[in-house]
């Protein structure tokens, strides 16, 4: 039972609104603009609203200038909401700045929180004051990482000598170190190799899993997001779209199946469906390719079997990545 104690985020009715000053073309234009103030409000998020719990790993997707990372920005405390309600681990970011850093880690993939001239150490030895982080549970946690990020590996390379892979790693470590109950990833994968980008998932997962931290994150890498996360929230233009599991979300959306059918021996289609299209024929073996907006897996089933004794089906659907672009173009 998932009791409100249990909710970690909590975000209602958000808005948020960017003031720029609106630019005039040309020259003439941008010196006319430093007399004339001429603002222009940008709706970044018009209206969001969904709530974490404890333990969960959520994946927040969207296409560019959905308002994912003015989200994540908000939700810790760099940017100020226009209106709507924020908890973060119980507290409004905005407000309860020192306390609730202690409750939270967040890493950007694009920057590092890092000092850039200071060794990797030392930048630990600073977060552990800043923190005020025990000295057991910090040597602990140490140990935790070092296993799991080999950060041994750099320990004593000033962070802007670090690979990007490094790089990553020690952030993630310094995000998690004081060991919140919240951690926000904004693109956290960005310029990954692959191997790295799997040890990433794999560290996430572990994360998530042995610390039991609430994890909530973006990334264009739908691998990340089919890999990592049960839960998918995925926002356009200000607003939700889809908030639910990753299964239901590709069950729901994911338009084209292929199906690899074998049969006994060779198939006798007498009337295909209008929705579905034979792939491939070869001897024992039939592929199909069917559109959901037409037929259904299960109405299919039923015709199967009069072509012919069927020993194995195998189902392959659609990706997340086609399914988000082909939702994203329209
Ligand atoms: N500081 C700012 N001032 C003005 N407009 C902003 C500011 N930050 C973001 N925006 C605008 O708000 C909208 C949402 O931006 P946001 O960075 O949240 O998108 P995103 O979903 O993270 O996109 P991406 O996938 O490209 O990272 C965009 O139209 C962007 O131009
Ligand atoms: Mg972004």
Redo the contacts with the bound molecule.
Sequence with gaps: MVSENDLLIEVKDLRKE?K?LKKNPGLAGALRSLFSRNYQI?E?IKDISFSIHQGELVGYV?????????TIKILCGILFPTSGIIKVAGFTPSIDRRKFAMKLGVMFGQRTQLWWDLPVSESFDLLKSIYKIEINAYRKNLEFFNDIFGLSEFWGQPVRRLSLGQRVRADLAAALIHDPNVLLLDEPTIGLDVLARSRFRELIKMVNREKKTTILLTS?DLGDIEMIVHRLILIDKGAVKYDGTLKKFLKDYGGQKNLLINFSSPPRIVRLPAGAEILNLKDNFLEIKIDTAHISYHDLLKVLPKWGNVIDIQLESDSLETILSDLYKK
Excluded: D, E, Q
């Design positions: 960017f720029v940008i970044a969207g296409p560019n200038g959905a308002g994912k990372s003015t264009h």
